[in-house]
């Protein structure tokens, strides 16, 4: 089974930084496209990046470009979002999916979400 879980969330001032990691349960991350997902109260779950099984590929939604990263630590199983420059707005809850094919923010493409962890900007 595959399962994910987040870990690394808090709260932050506007400008600060954060880094989020997804590990993997009994089975090994590299094999899958691993996306990262935030969700506001009352918004739908935005995309934000996802990061090819051999991580060479990475794909960023344009809100969060140019200051979310996302690596993976294969040896530890593990996949990263270094946030940046962190804004208000970036306050959700955040997800960390596994999928199988797909190298897209659709979440109808992913098929094994974590918990999330919470993410909360502000003075």
């Known amino acids: 089974q595959v399962q994910v879980v987040e870990s690394g969330g808090g709260l932050v001032q506007p400008g600060g930084s954060l880094r989020l990691s997804c590990a993997g349960q009994?089975?090994?991350?590299?094999?899958?496209?691993i996306a990262w997902f935030r969700q506001a109260p009352g918004k739908e779950r935005e995309g934000l990046s996802c990061?090819?099984?051999?991580?060479?590929?990475?794909v960023y939604a344009d809100s969060v470009k140019g200051r979310f990263t996302t690596a993976r630590d294969s040896a530890k199983n593990l996949v990263y979002l270094q946030m940046d420059s962190l804004k208000p707005e970036d306050t959700a809850i955040y997800y960390c999916a596994a999928g199988s094919y797909y190298m897209d923010l659709e979440v109808r493409h992913y098929h094994s979400w974590g918990q999330g962890t919470q993410v909360t900007v502000s003075t």
């Open positions: 990061i090819s099984s051999s991580g060479a590929t990475i």
């Open positions: 009994g089975f090994a991350m590299e094999h899958y496209v």
